[in-house]
T-cell receptor, first 115, second 111 residues
Framework: ETGVTQTPRHLVMGMTNKKSLKCEQH?????MYWYKQSAKKPLELMFV???????ENNSVPSRFSPECPNSSHLFLHLHTLQPEDSALYLC??????????????FGPGTRLLVL | KNEVEQSPQNLTAQEGEFITINCSYS?????LHWLQQHPGGGIVSLFM???GKKKHGRLIATINIQEKHSSLHITASHPRDSAVYIC?????????????FGKGTHLIIQP
């Protein structure tokens, strides 16, 4: 399998549930990203991992917890979400160097509905 | 005010028309991306550019760093070009850095 994959593609959860989103990249990249796309709002950066270390946490509520066990896998753990967290969650990966970053490749996204 | 502004927000055109989508940004950048998002959510990177002009098939992207402005052109537009086109910028040169996005331009090409 090639590119960036995300599972599940669709998720419905209650506010008391705990769930996890999974992203896997098969491109040999060393950086991975979580983005959120809410209705009628621009895409927003949530987290960045480079070489499995979190390098950016864009003021995201603690009910979202990322995990990057290795350079190919990225998780977003969800707990006690709110209905306003319903959105499309996109994962991306890229190859980064000290003074250059190649283009980011996006996964198909997980469409999340919080009831 | 968003750091990345796109215009128009919505555009409907007839098949074969020449399409231009504009992007203006207010911060210093190292690179600008044009992305295409189809219904269902999947995003494809069309161009990444930091100066000048790039061409791929019927798509052309230009950037003017001094004016902080970029354009995406589609020649001989086709209904399959219907999608949301998103402009995004990256502020730093090296290392891992997320993108800042515009709100997107919803393009519909009618047969």
């Amino acid at each position: 399998e090639t590119g960036v994959t995300q599972t599940p593609r669709h998720l419905v959860m209650g506010m008391t549930n705990k769930k996890s989103l999974k992203c896997e990249q098969h491109l040999g990249h060393n950086a991975m990203y979580w983005y959120k796309q809410s209705a009628k709002k621009p895409l927003e950066l949530m987290f960045v991992y480079s070489l499995e270390e979190r390098v950016e946490n864009n003021s995201v509520p603690s009910r979202f917890s990322p995990e990057c066990p290795n350079s190919s896998h990225l998780f977003l753990h969800l707990h006690t979400l709110q209905p306003e967290d319903s959105a499309l969650y996109l994962c991306a990966s890229s190859q980064v160097f000290r003074d250059y970053q190649e283009t980011q490749y996006f996964g198909p996204g997980t469409r999340l509905l919080v009831l | 005010k968003n750091e990345v502004e796109q215009s128009p927000q919505n555009l409907t055109a007839q098949e074969g028309e020449f399409i231009t989508i504009n992007c203006s940004y207010s911060v210093g950048i190292s690179a600008l991306h044009w992305l295409q998002q189809h219904p269902g959510g999947g995003i494809v990177s069309l161009f990444m550019l930091s100066s000048g002009k790039k061409k791929h098939g019927r798509l052309i992207a230009t950037i003017n760093i001094q004016e902080k402005h970029s354009s995406l052109h589609i020649t001989a537009s086709h209904p399959r070009d219907s999608a949301v086109y998103i402009c995004a910028v990256r502020s730093t040169g090296g290392g891992a850095d997320g993108l800042t996005f515009g709100k997107g331009t919803h393009l519909i090409i009618q047969p």
